[in-house]
């Protein structure tokens, strides 16, 4: 085993769980205690028509095991899924931390990640409306250290003494348990409206950032204020990024509902299938360093969560990659039971007094005694660090390491002292910080602004990112019943931006006189829209909608190119199996009209040969017309032009050349199609094109 003198192996964490993994082929059936079982088909019984016998252990055993197969789902963060990986570091940062992942450049460290959405149970759909977790544990050489983040950089409330409160007002209504994984609903909205503090956070709730397309494509944030502290002592105030290497990309409201019904397992199965396809999502771990000495130079304090630091002041270092390239082997085992901690940390990372963190620190472990059932959780093979582990804690409930020795107390004779504490300077947690002050119960005044982030964020928009916010905002309170907490709501948003709360008033039957009475902050943060983000064509899901008669060469040219940029094609066809070319060749289509639909895919491509056809099933049409109001790429040639102007009901170009409206390109003459592969590709990894938007609930259907 690797062990903190010789470093952790990249691979260890994969060869512990391979360790752990039971494999079934071949194998005789058994029952738990290993004895052979010869029909495990029927129970035992008095006659062949006769009453069951008590005595069948074989079937009490089965259905005993059955009936405790679950385990209580988490509180928070219920729905989630994960997957393996290894972290490389950049460059030694042992100026800024002693903690040894981070030492060298180049180093690798194996990580397991889970993502997760909030509010709903276990079985809740992936794409609602929610903050997403995005929780990091890495197995280093000198114990796990977790990253327990969101996909937002801020939280709702500002003492851990709230959460409970946050979460029962978020959960459903408790008379009818309705509704599920929702924010749109009185008691959230009357929480918010109740407790300002959660304006910010509020405000990221009703953005793009909470219908991620994908979890490749969000961002991760460690929220809280960390220390890291270096061999001699000294520390830096630091903030934890995860940056999508993907680009960071959202679904439309409209879609993210559909695809709800549609595939409820669409964020799972997306990072499922990248990862088997060998398309390794990519994060790049940043860093905002703050020296102790500007602690206070900000108008914000930086021990509230509720508040970022903006990127233009306090930019953000990039220190290492991660990267997610397997997927588990059994959910239950590893997803399921997996233990994140933010107390998991590593020497040379260290807590600040931010009072969020601070409670966090006690709920993780206690959650995980209920959980998990008892005190052992640690040596489950997900959970179990790839670092020696030696102490003096036994026994307890599932004790799976079989201690040596006849001491378990420190100092000890009998064992020559073993196992021996470390020198201080090597350990967790022991730079030396002062504190001081009176046992109070109170909050600092440097925590009480809770409107400048917010109007910051709101300013920071681009238009179309506003408009979806007000949309989300008429959504969420037209769902709410009271009309007294609408109101407070828009009165909330009133101290945030005027024309944000008028605009949402207008459709909620509230009132904006508050309005008038506050000025909002001018304040941005460019980093905060989401409008300007790289193109990537990566994993990008490409539909190729064919019928009997297409064009090979056409389909060909386009689906090659896609390919080659690293699209993920999946061919859609009135009906499974082979399609036929007009050329003769046999094409498999892996779906159909009925079991594919557009929300599930990026951008559409249909060649030329089969408009006819596509164009007289509705199913087709609706496809094409679809993506169109998305604002989704579609490339169509030759014939299928017609298919676009049936489904839009508008006339598009039949120019012989390549033409491009508004991403949506068309080629009249199937001549030019290396031209227009080349121009499709790049219009696919550039994503959508917002000035089409036809969903928006205010200009809608124009
Ligand atoms: Fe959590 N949180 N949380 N949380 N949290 C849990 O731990 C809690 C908070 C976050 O994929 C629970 O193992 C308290 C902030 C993630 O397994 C529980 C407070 C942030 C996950 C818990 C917070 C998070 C959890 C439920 C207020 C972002 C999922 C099951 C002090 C920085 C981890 C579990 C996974 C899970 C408590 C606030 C992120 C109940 C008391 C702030 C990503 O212990």
Redesign the pocket.
């Known amino acids: 085993m690797a062990n903190r003198q010789t470093g952790t192996k990249p691979n260890a964490k994969i060869a512990q769980i391979d360790a752990a993994r039971v494999p079934h082929d071949g194998n005789v059936m058994t029952t738990d205690q290993g004895a052979v079982i010869a029909n495990d088909q029927e129970v035992q019984r008095a006659g062949s028509r006769g009453p069951a016998l008590l005595q069948d252990f074989v079937f009490r055993e089965k259905l005993t095991h059955f009936d405790h197969e679950r385990i209580p789902e ?4 219920a729905r ?1 899924t994960g997957a393996h990986g290894v972290f490389t570091a950049y460059e030694d940062m042992s100026k800024l931390t002693k903690a040894a992942f981070l030492s060298a450049k180049g180093k690798e460290t194996p990580v397991f990640v ?1 993502f ?1 959405t909030v509010a709903g149970f276990r079985g809740s759909p992936d794409t609602v409306r929610d903050v997403r ?3 990091v544990k890495f197995y280093t050489e000198e114990g796990n250290y977790d990253i ?3 996909n937002m950089p801020v ?1 709702f409330v500002q003492d ?1 003494i709230k ?1 409970p409160d946050l979460i029962h007002a978020l959960k459903p209504e408790p008379n009818n348990e309705i509704p599920q994984a929702q924010s749109a609903h009185d008691t959230f909205w009357d929480f918010v409206s109740s407790n300002h503090e959660c304006a910010h956070n509020m405000m990221w709730l009703m953005s793009d950032r909470a219908i991620p397309k994908s979890y490749r494509t969000m961002d991760g ?4 204020t960390f220390k890291f502290v270096n061999a001699k002592g000294e520390y830096k105030f630091v903030k934890l990024h995860w940056k999508s290497k993907q680009g960071v990309r959202s679904l439309i409201w409209d879609e993210a509902q559909k695809i709800a019904g549609k595939d409820p397992d669409f964020n799972r199965r997306d990072l499922w299938e990248s990862i088997e396809n060998g398309n390794y999502p990519e994060w790049e771990l940043g860093v905002q360093i703050l020296d102790p000495n500007d602690e206070f130079k900000f108008d914000f304090d930086i021990l509230d ?1 509720t508040k970022l630091w903006p990127e233009e002041i306090i930019p953000v270092t990039p220190i290492g990659k991660l990267t997610l390239n397997r997927n588990v082997t059994n959910f239950f085992a590893e997803t399921e039971q ?3 901690c933010p107390a998991n940390l590593v020497p040379g990372i260290e807590l600040s007094n931010d009072p ?1 963190l601070q ?2 620190l006690f ?2 472990l ?3 005694l209920s ?1 998990l059932g008892g005190p052992n959780f640690h040596e489950l093979p997900i959970n179990k660090p790839v670092a020696a582990v030696n102490n003096n804690q036994r026994d307890g409930i599932h004790r799976m390491s079989v201690d040596e020795g006849v001491s378990a107390y420190f100092r000890n004779a009998l064992q020559h002292g073993q196992p021996h504490v470390a020198v201080k300077e090597s350990a967790l947690g022991e730079s030396v910080s002062e504190v001081n002050g009176c046992v109070i119960r109170d909050r600092a005044n440097s925590f009480l602004d809770f409107y400048t982030q917010p109007s910051m964020f709101y300013n920071s928009m681009s238009d179309y990112e506003k408009g979806h916010i007000v949309d989300a905002l008429r959504f969420e309170l037209g769902k709410c019943k009271n009309m007294n907490v609408r109101q407070a709501a828009v009165d909330l948003l009133a101290r945030i931006d005027g024309s944000l709360a008028r605009e949402v008033a207008a459709g909620c039957g509230a009132t904006t006189q508050a309005a008038a009475d506050f000025k909002a902050s001018k304040a941005r943060s460019c980093a905060l829209s989401m409008a300007n983000q790289p193109p990537c064509v990566k994993g990008e899901k490409v539909a190729v909608l064919i019928a009997d008669g297409f064009d090979k060469k056409c389909f060909d040219a386009v689906c090659g190119a896609l390919t080659a940029a690293g699209a993920d094609i999946k061919v859609i066809a009135p009906r499974q199996g082979g399609i036929k070319a007009k050329s003769g060749e046999n094409e498999d289509s892996a779906e159909t009209f009925a079991t594919a639909s557009s929300v599930l895919f990026d951008a559409v491509f249909v060649p030329c040969g089969c408009a006819e056809t596509l164009s007289g099933i509705y199913a087709a049409r609706e496809f094409v017309a679809e993506a169109y109001r998305h604002c989704k790429p579609v490339g169509a040639c030759g014939d299928a032009e017609k298919l676009l102007a049936d489904a839009f009901r508008a006339v598009v170009s039949t120019d012989a050349e390549c033409c491009e409206d508004k991403g949506v390109l068309t080629l009249a003459d199937c001549a030019g199609i290396g031209k227009f592969a080349e121009k499709f590709v790049a219009l696919v990894g550039a994503g959508r094109h917002f000035e089409r938007d036809q969903t928006r609930l205010l200009t809608g259907n124009k």
Do not use: E, K, L, P
């Not at 944030?221 to 809280?224: A, K, S």
């Open positions: 988490r509180i928070v963060h989630g889970r997760s977790g995005f929780a327990v983040g969101n939280f851990a959460f944030f460690g929220i809280h969560c997996v233990a994140f969020m409670g966090r709920s993780y206690d959650t995980q959980r």
